[in-house]
């Protein structure tokens, strides 16, 4: 009884020992010569890109996030793809997170240039000005 256990111990021991020996250098010897590049890192014989990266030829390169779907920006946004990530910027005439822009309503915020004699009217993205009856001109109204 005695020696069966000690037995079942060495050859456990055994075991342990080979698993310590030879388990890393499959993995060292899969990564050999992968160059995954500064944005990834090899994990057993393939690059693990960094978040908005992709593996493009071998290399993790940047993910131009914008090429699919606009990246989820409004329709009222513009794209801008950065390194590792990307942005959403609402276009001139509208403000919001990118995700969602409205409109800006320049005659009511006294955001347009229009002359004190001409009227101001709201448009989507933008602003016109119209002269009042008795004025004429292309922004000026005299
Ligand atoms: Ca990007």
Same mark, same amino acid.
């Given at each position: 009884m005695d020696a069966d256990l000690a037995a079942h111990d060495a050859s456990a021991a055994d075991a342990e020992s080979l698993v310590d020996g030879s388990a890393p250098e499959p993995d060292a010897d899969a990564c050999e010569g992968v160059r995954c590049g500064p944005y990834g890192a090899c994990l057993e014989g393939v690059c693990d890109c960094r978040a908005g990266f992709e593996l493009v030829d071998g290399v993790c390169v940047d993910q131009d996030e914008c090429l699919n779907e606009n990246a989820g920006c409004a329709? %009222?946004?513009? #794209?801008? @793809?950065?390194v590792g990530s990307f942005r959403c910027e609402c276009l001139d005439g509208y403000r919001g997170d990118g995700r969602e822009c409205s409109d800006v309503h320049e005659c009511d915020e006294r955001? %347009? @240039? #229009?002359? %004190?004699?001409?009227? #101001?009217?709201n448009t989507d993205g933008g602003f016109e000005c119209a002269c009042? %009856?008795?004025?004429v001109g292309d922004g000026m109204c005299r």
């Open positions: 329709l %009222d946004a513009v #794209c801008i @793809n950065t955001l %347009d @240039n #229009c002359s %004190d004699n001409a009227r #101001c009217t009042i %009856d008795g004025f």
